[in-house]
């Protein structure tokens, strides 16, 4: 009888031990949501200021440039949002932490779209802007459900720093401009332009690359041994994070957004072509900062695997 009992209270306790297959936890979750909120807030009020300075043509010009920031920085609010509220609901059952982190991206999208609306006016521009603002967010905070919170979180702090350094880079564009050959005619103007983009999104890239993977790293150390350690797939998602994120971006505003875009490059042939090389750069910036974001974090992931002897 005894050797029942104690059979079966080892069961237990072996299971108990066993990893869990969601890896380890995300942390800091609460303060990259207000980062990441806080930008949102920033990003809306940069784009409130531009729009609400022009009228008629300028001002759909002004939502057209504002839509990728914007967008991109909704992508990450949601994302932030909902990662915190899962991990605050972490000890639920799988089905109703992954409806209440749904519902935070919700949420705040719904909240988004209602101080653009209240605050932009109802013109044509500010409601595509505020629907499409409301869809990036919830997108976001549908991506943080899944079963990979410290992935999520990774990506979301990755994404945070991708921000910064860009605001940072876009300082020394004309440094840059001259550095590659700029001058006065248009065609070295054209090619400068092409390599100080290039540039940007490859320190982007490299930035969220190693961020991504000493946050993950970070995460497995804290867990301890009872959760499974990320492989280098994991890795390799979080470093391309932001780069999917962008991506995301771009197709939301292809289609959510496209309204708004027709109107900017119907204003003239000139910001017609303008717009083509905004949105040609965009996808460029983006595909550069997934690929290099990627292979970083792998190549970080790989130094850290002991040699073999």
């Known amino acids: 009888m005894s050797d029942k009992s104690s059979v079966t209270e080892a069961v237990p306790a072996e299971r108990a031990e066993t990893p869990t297959p969601d890896g380890p936890p995300a942390f800091g979750a609460s303060v990259l949501a207000i980062i990441a909120l806080a930008w949102l807030a920033a990003m809306m009020w940069s784009s409130h200021a531009e729009i609400t300075s022009g009228e008629g043509t300028l001002a759909i010009t002004s939502a057209a440039m504002a839509l990728p920031t914007v ?29 209440a982190s749904v519902g935070a991206g919700l949420v705040v999208g719904v909240v988004a779209a209602i101080v653009v609306i209240a605050s932009y006016g109802g013109g044509e521009a500010s409601t595509v802007l505020a629907g499409t603002v409301a869809a990036a967010v919830t997108a ?48 070295s103007r054209l ?46 998602i979080a470093g391309a994070g932001p780069g999917l994120l962008l991506v995301a971006a771009e197709f939301i505003i292809r289609t959510l957004g496209a309204d708004v875009l027709a109107l900017a490059g119907s204003v003239s042939e000139a910001d017609a072509t303008a717009q083509q090389m905004m949105d040609s750069s965009r996808v460029n910036n983006a595909l550069v900062v997934l690929f ?6 792998i190549v970080a992931f790989g130094r850290t695997i002991p040699k073999r002897t």
């Open 292 to 297: 290099v974001g990627a292979i970083v974090a």
């Open 140 to 187: 976001g905070g549908a991506l943080a459900a899944v079963r990979a919170p410290a992935v999520v979180g990774a990506i979301v702090t990755a994404g945070l720093v991708v921000f910064a350094v860009e605001q940072v880079l876009d300082n020394f564009q004309p440094n840059l401009m001259s550095l590659y050959g700029s001058k006065d005619d248009p065609s």
């Open 191 to 236: 090619s400068a332009s092409g390599w100080s983009a290039l540039t940007i999104a490859v320190c982007t890239g490299l930035a969220a690359g190693l961020v991504a993977f000493f946050y993950l790293r970070r995460a497995a150390r804290r867990a301890g041994e009872d959760t499974v350690a990320p492989k280098w797939p994991a890795y390799a």
């Open 71 to 99: 967008i991109s920085a909704g992508l990450v609010a949601g994302a932030a949002a909902s990662l915190a509220v899962g991990h605050l609901l972490r000890r639920l059952g799988t089905l109703p932490r992954f409806g």
